[in-house]
């Protein structure tokens, strides 16, 4: 019988809870299409993650085990899913839009002969689905015309399914053949940062910060915020830290509920990875930036006033101005500049609220205002 397959992918051996949000999309799709919700799980310790993800209100789940998942190959990893979909006739798979699961699944829809799209951030009543693109300038609705379709949804866009029940858990036997590709080794981050792809808040810094010491207050407000740290290329290409932390088209997209971005002008590569965050902050010189014009609270100031802890910035240090962008959203009226003083509005609603630089005020001062909004 057709059935949803929601497909968890582990890290090193480990599930992370946006696996859970699997459960959720599936559940809405199943909803949909009024089909049963079934998991499946592959890697070297499958069985023993299959109880966790199976209690999440799926009617199967088939744990695909074996040596040769131990580590995460494009290869091995989708004939491992495409033996789950197998053993559950599934006829629509779910797979997280990770670096991993996108790639997974265009390899997983060619072995399937199966319709393919990608950051889905919308299923619809009747089954379709949508996803943004150009930033999310433009949605298209999809309908799948194969009788399989394999689909990955964007981060923090459906509800993380609760454990409510014992899983029901099937082994499937998995035979990876001979093998094109290898793994040859791992390295991982001697770090305690946040995942962006996951974070619900992320303070991003960019080429207003002047150098690698202004990102010692992006990272400062990040940790009273419990939030990741996302950057833009322009800092990212300047070596003031690494690419991991790039947000936009060429980086990683996110889709945190709280989007700080400092010194960042709001070129459209770097809205497409961050544009359907919820509340957007923007601090800038620089009123008429894109960022600062589409921000839900568009904070005008130097960001050395605003995060206590920025170093001191000479003139020569400071950013040069971006060329001006075609894009203009235009859902925030712009901030006028009253010197010293910070302007701080939010839809043009909240005019009263004036943020001070150095004597008065910072958003720094206020992570819990911040983690509320
Ligand atoms: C194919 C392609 C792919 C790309 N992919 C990406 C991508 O994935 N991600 C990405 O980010 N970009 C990407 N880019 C680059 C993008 O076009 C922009 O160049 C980049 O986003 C600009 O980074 P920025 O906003 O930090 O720098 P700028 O555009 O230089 O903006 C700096 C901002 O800081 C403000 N500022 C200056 N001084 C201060 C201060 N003291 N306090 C507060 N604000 C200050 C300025 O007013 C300005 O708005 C891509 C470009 C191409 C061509």
Same mark, same amino acid.
């Given at each position: 019988m057709a059935n949803i397959l929601a497909v968890a992918i582990p890290?090193?051996?480990?599930?992370?809870?946006?696996?859970?949000?699997?459960?959720?999309?599936?559940?809405?799709?199943?909803?949909?299409?009024? !089909?049963?919700?079934?998991?499946?799980?592959?890697?070297?310790?499958?069985?023993?993650?299959?109880?966790?993800?199976?209690?999440?209100?799926?009617?199967?789940?088939?744990?695909?085990?074996?040596?040769?998942?131990?580590?995460?190959?494009?290869?091995?990893?989708?004939?491992?899913?495409?033996?789950?979909?197998?053993?559950?006739g599934a006829t629509r798979v779910i797979l997280p839009s990770s670096v991993a699961g996108r790639a997974l699944a265009a390899r997983l829809a060619v072995l399937l002969k199966a319709g393919l799209a990608t950051d889905v951030t919308e299923i619809l009543p009747d089954g379709k689905v949508r996803r943004g693109y150009f930033s999310g300038n433009l949605v298209a609705e999809i309908?799948?015309?194969?009788?399989?379709?394999?689909?990955t949804v964007a981060p923090m866009t459906f509800p993380?399914?609760?454990?409510?029940?014992?899983?029901n858990v099937q082994d499937v036997s998995f035979d990876p053949g001979a093998?094109?590709?290898?793994?040859?080794?791992?390295?991982?981050e001697a770090?305690?940062?946040?995942?962006?792809?996951?974070?619900?808040?992320?303070?991003?810094?960019?080429?207003? !910060?002047?150098?690698?010491?202004?990102?010692?207050?992006?990272?400062?407000?990040a940790h009273a915020l419990g939030a990741a740290v996302g950057a833009s290329r322009r800092a990212v290409d300047s070596g003031w830290i690494p690419y991991r932390h790039q947000v936009?088209?060429?980086?990683?997209?996110?889709?945190?509920k709280l989007y700080i971005a400092v010194g960042i002008s709001g070129q459209i590569q770097h809205l497409a990875g961050m544009s359907n965050a919820g509340t957007i902050v923007a601090i800038n010189t620089d009123k008429d930036c894109p960022l600062m014009q589409m921000a839900s609270i568009a904070v005008q100031g130097e960001y050395a006033e605003l995060l206590p802890s920025s170093p001191p910035r000479s003139r020569t240090a400071r950013a040069t101005p971006?060329?001006?962008?075609?894009?203009?959203?235009?859902?925030?009226?712009?901030?006028?500049?009253?010197?010293?003083?910070?302007?701080?509005?939010?839809?043009?609603?909240?005019?009263?609220?004036?943020l001070r630089g150095r004597s008065g005020l910072t958003l720094?001062?206020?992570p819990s205002r911040l983690a509320n909004l």
């Open positions: 890290q090193r051996g480990a599930l992370g809870p946006a696996s859970y949000e699997l459960l959720g999309a599936g559940r809405v799709l199943a909803d949909a299409l009024k !089909l049963p919700l079934n998991a499946a799980v592959v890697g070297a310790n499958a069985k023993a993650l299959a109880a966790d993800i199976g209690a999440r209100g799926a009617e199967k789940t088939y744990a695909v085990e074996h040596p040769s998942l131990a580590n995460f190959t494009e290869e091995a990893y989708a004939k491992a899913v495409a033996a789950a979909v197998a053993a559950a309908e799948f015309k194969t009788p399989v379709a394999v689909l993380r399914a609760e454990a409510k029940g014992a899983a093998a094109k590709s290898e793994f040859v080794s791992f390295a991982a770090s305690r940062e946040i995942d962006l792809g996951a974070a619900e808040k992320v303070v991003a810094g960019g080429f207003g !910060l002047g150098g690698p010491d202004g990102f010692k207050a992006v990272f400062d407000l936009g088209l060429t980086g990683r997209m996110v889709r945190p971006s060329p001006p962008s075609a894009h203009r959203p235009q859902r925030l009226r712009s901030v006028p500049s009253r010197g010293p003083a910070v302007r701080f509005v939010q839809d043009g609603e909240r005019d009263g609220h004036v720094a001062d206020h």
